[in-house]
């Protein structure tokens, strides 16, 4: 009589192994050690996009009242909604929700959670990539022509297809914790660049005949330009979306919950963001006025070699940003591939299945560069949900504040301002996407 086989494991315990083995592979929860500063220049390369630089311009178009009003309004808004997100992340003891759509399910429920986060997760996530592509073209061709102003011209689909050859490069890094380096670098080089345009705005100092009405003449063109600001503001403050993934990096126990060092590291990183936006957009208001460009650096053409500098640590930053937008998406996309299509978990999976993702926004980026309308027109549509009102409405779904409580009132009013942003943004934007339209050449 031959030895008698082993019993088979329970297939239950063999789902579970392979789930934990899958789970050990996906970029979100393949590593949980980081530190709390991690979480401080993650959220700061997330936050402090190249929206800063359309600040002043934003500030031209909102006037000086409602300008500031508007930029402290949205940054103590989406503080707090930021603190509920970090709240809400380990509310279920003994489970971390590791991803937006996952605190989604528990507010809204299994299907409708992933109906309502999932679209709109995506769409921040993937615009995001795509007006990066586009700014990081932009300012590698401006570094190009102040370098070398006499060099041949180089068409920007050029400058934007050598963008995206870093990032095929830097898309294969697994996890969040492995671009921590490329991180870091970012959020150092976001500061840098916000610092400059202030300085070199208070260099050049109040230029003459500056104006500070609205630019447009007509009532229409004021109201539309003041709609596309909104959108403006609400595009520079969009770190929401990438807030769980970031605090799924970092360990937690019962007695060391995440959230106190995810939380100390937001701080940090939200004075940080006052520092590079408020005195960027209020000097650069001062200095140049309703003239000012939907770029500030547009506008400081000189000293040539500290302008170039600035562009070229745009260029660093929004490398370090592309990344940390892409990881939630490649985690969703890794998750679909393996868990629902059942590929087996591997380098040439992630491989093809990355490399088609960067060219596929490198492609929208090429055809269709208006920058500033598409931050008007997708900040309005989908930052205002994820970043200003859908924190308060999953917090009054779970935690259901008694009604005329403080925290109930402070919930609806954010849910109110949101939803009012999220209408009135996109018409601003999607009349700039068209008068910019009108004058466009594909591929020039």
Not at 50 to 62: F, K, Q, R
Not at 127 to 142: A, D, E, R, W
Not at 266 to 287: D, K, R, S
Request: net charge neutral; glycine share 8%; charged share 10%.
């Amino acid at each position: 009589m031959g030895t008698q086989a082993p019993p088979t494991p329970p297939e239950s315990y063999d789902i579970r192994s392979k789930e934990k083995n899958v789970d050990d592979w996906l970029p979100i929860t393949s590593s949980r050690n980081a530190k709390w500063w991690y979480s401080t220049f993650h959220n700061v390369t997330a936050m402090v996009g190249a929206g800063v630089l359309s600040l002043p311009y934003a500030m031209s178009e909102l006037g000086w009242g409602p300008g500031i009003a508007i930029l402290i309004l949205s940054w103590i808004i989406t503080l707090y909604t930021l603190w509920q997100m970090v709240e809400m992340h380990e509310m279920v003891p003994g489970k971390r929700f590791d991803r937006y759509h996952e605190l989604g399910q528990e507010a809204f429920g299994e299907k409708l959670g992933l109906w309502i986060v999932v679209p709109q997760q995506l769409v921040v996530e993937v615009s995001v990539n795509i007006v990066y592509m586009v700014t990081g073209g932009q300012s590698l061709k401006k570094f190009h022509d102040l370098v070398c102003p006499d060099c041949k011209h180089i068409k920007q689909t050029y400058f934007i297809m050598i963008f995206a050859s870093v990032q095929f490069v830097l898309s294969q890094l697994p996890n969040f914790n492995s671009i921590s380096g490329v991180s870091l670098a970012a959020a150092v080089m976001s500061f840098s660049y916000s610092t400059i345009a202030w300085s070199a705005s208070v260099e050049k100092g109040k230029q003459e005949n500056v104006e500070y009405g609205y630019p447009s003449s007509s009532t229409a063109g004021t109201v539309f330009g003041f709609l596309s600001a909104l959108g403006d503001v609400a595009f520079a403050y969009a770190g929401h979306n990438v807030v769980l993934e970031i605090q799924a990096t970092i360990p937690s126990t019962p007695e060391k919950p995440s959230k106190k060092p995810m939380w100390k590291g937001v701080v940090v990183a939200y004075i940080i963001v006052a520092l590079c936006y408020f005195p960027v957009a209020l000097i650069g208001y001062w200095a140049f006025g309703n003239s000012v460009q939907d770029n500030i650096l547009l506008s400081l053409e000189k000293p040539t070699w500290l302008i170039a500098m600035a562009n070229m640590m745009v260029v660093v930053h929004v490398i370090g940003s592309y990344q940390i937008y892409a990881m939630p998406v490649f985690d969703m996309l890794e998750t679909m591939l393996v868990k629902r299509l059942y590929f087996s978990p591997g380098l040439m999976l992630r491989l093809i299945a990355r490399s088609v993702y960067v060219a596929l926004t490198m492609f929208i980026a090429i055809t269709f560069p208006f920058f500033s309308g598409l931050l008007g027109f997708f900040g309005g549509l989908v930052f205002a949900p994820t970043t200003y009102f859908l924190p308060c409405v999953m917090w009054l779904a779970i935690y259901k504040p008694k009604v005329g409580s403080l925290s109930w009132f402070t919930n609806w009013v954010c849910i109110i301002l949101g939803f009012l942003l999220m209408i009135l943004a996109p018409i601003g934007g999607l009349r700039q996407i068209i008068l910019d339209a009108k004058t466009y050449k594909f591929y020039s």
